[in-house]
């Protein structure tokens, strides 16, 4: 079984996200490196919007992960309320 | 009148209607005749509405995102700036690194974005045509920000201001000049496969990220704002690539084994240019977060080894070279390093000796290799660097007709034995440095042939400054080579004694004190 992973920049909307991505996802690894986080999920590593904007708070589009993120590993599929990647493998 | 608000459209929604809805198809023209270069690779497409962007990005969205990007980028550049962040980078060596990275790194984003912008005009389906606009403009803000990201540097070290006029002529900028050079002379398709998959979904995870994480790790904000921005574009640069390959083996079978040609040439094609990345990642970071073997290995191996899994249902197979490329895993950034080293009096950037704790570091990581075949010969130089005897090759290198690497890598199997390989075309012998590379040249001679490689173009008389009379009787070709390629003689050399070194000591002592 292959990785699904998503790197993201340390700051503080990311930091909501990986909390967020945690919960959603319970086999997944953080791999914490300087001034970055590496986030794998067997097979499947799912985003869920409601989550992010219960972890920061206020309301949240899916997009704006374009704002922090810096690597993804999988097969993508974004819709207004999951990012999710995927290998069929 | 009642006015009802009406509810957001979807993401779904609006990216079909900003996208394929906005698009026609011509009448007046043959769409053939509009769109000529998506059928000579042979490459079959039906139906070129079933290409979707899964990050269904509009450029609506895409302008208010970008925008937010640039703006966080030039904050931190002009606060890392106007705090002399020059200053605070682990040591001198650093920025060294950042020499290289500026003449090898922002030309190719150029030619990306040049590419891209061809691609945006050629292919047919409006869903490739906005992704690859999209990355054109993401590609020229890269080439942009990287500039200026180390524009400060510029002010204080020596060697950066002639990166432009080099990236044609130095001889070890001619790889990745090459790589680009092969990728925008092909069709549209094998394009997509050479930058879309080889170059973002292989190299640039590996630049971009661990290398950057390293930057940041030195102390370089520049570098890590600057190339952690330009990371957050790869991430959809790399879901164009992998759907475009996916994209192709749907729509007919047919494609198949052009695909995995295309496949198997460009993943070697882009290990080959990631053996500079090495030694950046091995030798020129002072402090180091991974060796480039465990960057390697987590980026490409699993990585890549994924995807390949992934594509095993359309019939792809892992590229031939996998096997190879995890051998050298353990040597290139070794070779590479070496390779420079020999030459202080040719790069516009200082090499060294690894300190004795870095040595260490390296034995640790390449247990298998270091000790055995490199730590040796590194040491031998250090010894007769102290004896006053700098080892300096003045000779001109060979290199690979294909990717230009000079050549340096071992045989598979046997790392005391150099590799070499040769073809015969047209009554000519050419060489080059792999199995690969010898067999994309024997794919498509008519077209490797005619590779820019200055060793051969310096004894043609093809590399003289202006004003030099290459018919005169006493000419002597590749003598006035520096002014040729405007090497600032400051930045020659080893790093121990250069003005570099000495500058930043000095202001660092003033930095800290009254």
């Not at chain 2, 084994?257 to 882009?270: A, F």
């Not at chain 2, 034995?363 to 300096?392: C, H, I, M, W």
């Amino acid at each position: 079984m292959s990785n699904a992973f998503i790197a993201f920049q340390k700051n503080d909307d990311s930091r909501c996200i990986v909390e967020a991505i945690l919960e959603d996802n319970p086999n997944a690894m953080v791999d914490d490196q300087p001034s970055m986080v590496k986030i794998d999920v067997p097979n499947r590593l799912v985003i869920k919007r409601e989550t992010v904007e219960e972890k920061m708070g206020r309301s949240f589009d899916l997009q704006e992960l374009q704002l922090h993120l810096i690597t993804i590993s999988g097969n993508l599929d974004e819709t207004d309320d999951e990012f999710t990647l995927s290998w069929n493998s | 009148m009642d006015m009802k608000a009406t509810k957001k459209l979807g993401l779904k929604e609006r990216y079909s209607l900003m996208t394929r809805d906005l698009a026609w198809d011509t009448t007046y023209q043959k769409m053939e005749d509009v769109f000529p270069q998506t059928t000579y690779e042979g490459i079959k497409i039906h139906d070129w509405d079933k290409w979707e962007d899964p990050f269904r990005l509009t450029m609506d969205a895409y302008w208010k995102y970008q925008s937010e990007k640039e703006r966080k980028l030039y904050a931190i550049l002009d606060g890392f700036n106007q705090n002399n962040g020059h200053l605070s980078v682990t040591d001198a060596r650093y920025i060294n690194v950042l020499k290289l990275f500026l003449g090898s790194t922002p030309p190719l984003e150029l030619m990306a974005a040049r590419g891209f912008s061809m691609m945006g005009r050629q292919m047919n389906g409006a869903g490739p045509r906005v992704a690859c606009q999209m990355q054109a403009v993401d590609e020229y803000r890269h080439f942009q920000t990287q500039i200026h990201s180390i524009s400060n540097y510029n002010k204080y070290y020596n060697g950066m201001d002639e990166f432009a006029h080099q990236q044609s002529r130095m001889w070890y900028l001619s790889d990745g000049k090459s790589f680009f050079d092969d990728a925008i002379t092909a069709g549209p398709f094998e394009f997509m496969v050479a930058i879309g998959f080889a170059f973002e979904y292989v190299l640039t995870n590996i630049l971009f990220v661990p290398f950057i994480s390293g930057a940041a790790y030195n102390g370089d904000m520049a570098a890590m704002t600057v190339g952690f921005s330009a990371q957050s574009d790869e991430a959809r640069h790399m879901t164009l690539g992998l759907e475009c390959i996916k994209f192709m083996l749907e729509q007919d079978p047919d494609n198949l084994p052009i695909v995995q040609r295309w496949i198997d040439k460009w993943t070697w094609r882009g290990t080959r240019k990631l053996a500079a990345v090495g030694m950046m990642m091995d030798y020129m970071l002072p402090k180091r977060i991974m060796s480039f073997k465990e960057a390697w290995e987590m980026y490409v191996e699993e990585n890549g080894g994924a995807l390949f899994k992934d594509l095993a249902r359309y019939g792809i197979t892992i590229p031939k070279c996998f096997g190879q490329t995890i051998e050298e895993k353990e040597h290139v950034s070794h070779q590479s390093w070496i390779g420079f080293y020999m030459k202080p009096g040719a790069t516009p950037f200082h090499t060294w000796i690894p300190t004795p704790d870095e040595m260490d570091w390296l034995s640790e990581k390449y247990p298998n290799t270091f000790d055995k075949y490199y730590r040796p010969v590194l040491e031998f130089f250090d010894a007769q660097e102290k004896a006053g005897n700098r080892f300096d090759n003045k000779t001109a290198p060979m290199n690979c007709q294909v990717c230009v690497s000079t050549m340096k890598f071992n045989e598979p199997g046997d790392p005391m034995e150099m590799c070499f390989r040769e073809s015969i075309y047209k009554g000519e012998k050419f060489h080059t440095c792999s199995d690969h590379c010898k067999e994309i040249f024997d794919n498509e001679p008519e077209k490797y042939i005619q590779t820019f490689i200055s060793s051969h173009q310096v004894l043609q008389g093809n590399c003289e400054p202006e004003g030099v009379d290459v018919n005169a009787p006493d000419f002597q070709p590749g003598k006035q080579i520096l002014d040729y390629w405007k090497l600032d003689k400051r930045a020659l050399g080893d790093f121990n004694g250069s003005e570099d070194q000495k500058n930043f000591a000095a202001w660092r002592e003033q930095a800290t004190k009254n």
